[in-house]
């Protein structure tokens, strides 16, 4: 079945620095995916839709300068969290859509996600 | 996307079927109905989808209402590791860019 894998699954970094977090497509293509952010005892709220070879389009209120996302392949996305502060730390979570549509209409495929705690 | 409302929490013994409702009483004729839950620390899984006919597959089973204004999930023998929030999308299917918006999600517990 398809599989979405992201690294890291933890971090804890220092307040200011900035973390890369990455989302494959281990064995199908995805021109889109998307990024989620997740607070405790919160439901999932989508932060940006990541198109290959094309801009990320954020939803409202998601600063796009802090949170910086490449899609240079049809595998890989990243998610780069710039400066981050203790406000920051959440539960970030991608997903992918198989590009051929073999899992169904607008299935979608998650990671396992990923922790960040800023100290 | 129609809102779908979904009751907070249930509960249900291991081994018995767990059937979780929603209601998504404005669905339009080309949406369809997902369900996809996420056990605690995890990315959520997918488990299903229908348009108008009832669907089963491995995980669960898909019930719709004639007039599509509501679904129920059907896990057939619960077990532990059923317990997780369990979230019912209704979405149009086309569309490169097409999101899921996630809702609160019913919260199920399986008790021994």
């Known amino acids: 079945g398809a599989v979405v894998s992201q690294h890291p699954s933890w971090v804890i970094c220092k307040s200011g620095t900035s973390v890369k977090i990455e989302c494959r497509s281990l064995?199908?293509?995805?021109?889109?995916m998307f990024w989620y952010r997740q607070f405790p005892k919160q439901s999932l709220m989508l932060m940006a839709t990541?198109?290959?070879?094309?801009?990320?389009?954020?939803e409202q209120g998601v600063e796009k300068d802090k949170f910086l996302i490449n899609h240079a392949s049809l595998t890989l996305s990243t998610l780069t969290v710039t400066s981050a502060h203790p406000e920051d730390s959440s539960f970030y979570i991608c997903?992918?859509?198989?590009?051929?549509?073999?899992?169904?209409?607008?299935?979608?495929?998650f990671g396992a996600g990923s922790r960040l705690t800023v100290l | 996307d129609a809102k779908t409302t979904q009751p907070t929490s249930m509960d249900c013994a291991e081994g018995r079927a767990a059937n979780l409702p929603c209601n998504h009483s404005?669905?339009?004729?080309?949406?369809?109905v997902y369900w996809y839950r996420q056990i605690h620390s995890q990315g959520p899984q997918y488990i299903i989808h229908?348009?108008?006919n009832n669907e089963t597959n491995e995980m669960a089973s898909l019930i719709i209402t004639e007039d599509r204004k509501s679904s129920t999930l059907i896990l057939p023998h619960a077990t532990l590791r059923d317990t997780a929030v369990y979230y019912c999308?209704?979405?149009?299917?086309?569309?490169?860019?097409?999101?899921?918006?996630f809702g609160k999600g019913i919260t199920l517990s399986v008790r021994p």
């Open positions: 229908g348009l108008k």
């Open positions: 404005t669905i339009s004729g080309n949406e369809y």
């Open positions: 990541s198109n290959e070879g094309s801009k990320a389009t954020y």
């Open positions: 999308i209704v979405r149009v299917a086309t569309g490169a860019n097409s999101k899921l918006t």
């Open positions: 997903s992918a859509r198989d590009s051929k549509g073999r899992l169904g209409a607008n299935v979608l495929t």
């Open positions: 064995d199908f293509q995805a021109t889109t």
